[in-house]
């Protein structure tokens, strides 16, 4: 299983940005999907996750600004970042858990990950 991310850029604060996921491979099923970001020096922390039945999960920081979003077809989802900030600047990581038809757990499956980097 891989998952691709694309997206990432130079943005100047208060613009917007749109980030991708793509999820490839033999999957039988994704339980939760979504992003996490990681700062230099900083622990990777949560962004926002969708998870199986619609449940939507997004950290107070990025609340009114960030939108995470799923195409369960295309095993693709979307994070729309509006109103960037300089403190948003962080690689993000695509995250999924994942089921292979070859399997019967879920297991953690990470990007590998896009710069993001919001100018004052």
């Known amino acids: 299983v891989q998952l691709v991310e694309s997206g990432g850029g130079l943005v100047q604060a208060g613009g917007s940005l749109r980030l991708s996921c793509a999820a490839s491979?033999?999957?039988?099923?994704?339980?939760?999907i979504g992003w996490y970001r990681q700062a230099p020096g900083k622990q990777r922390e949560l962004v926002a996750t969708?998870?199986?039945?619609?449940?939507?999960n997004v950290a107070d920081s990025v609340k009114g600004r960030f939108t995470i979003s799923r195409d369960t077809a295309k095993k693709t989802v979307y994070l729309q970042m509006n109103s960037l900030k300089p403190e948003d600047t962080a690689v993000y990581y695509c995250?999924?858990?994942?089921?292979?038809?070859?399997?019967?757990?879920?297991?953690?499956?990470w990007g590998q990950g896009t710069q993001v980097t919001v100018s004052s």
């Open positions: 995250n999924a858990d994942v089921m292979e038809y070859s399997s019967s757990q879920y297991y953690d499956c």
């Open positions: 491979g033999s999957i039988y099923s994704i339980n939760s």
């Open positions: 969708i998870i199986s039945g619609g449940r939507i």
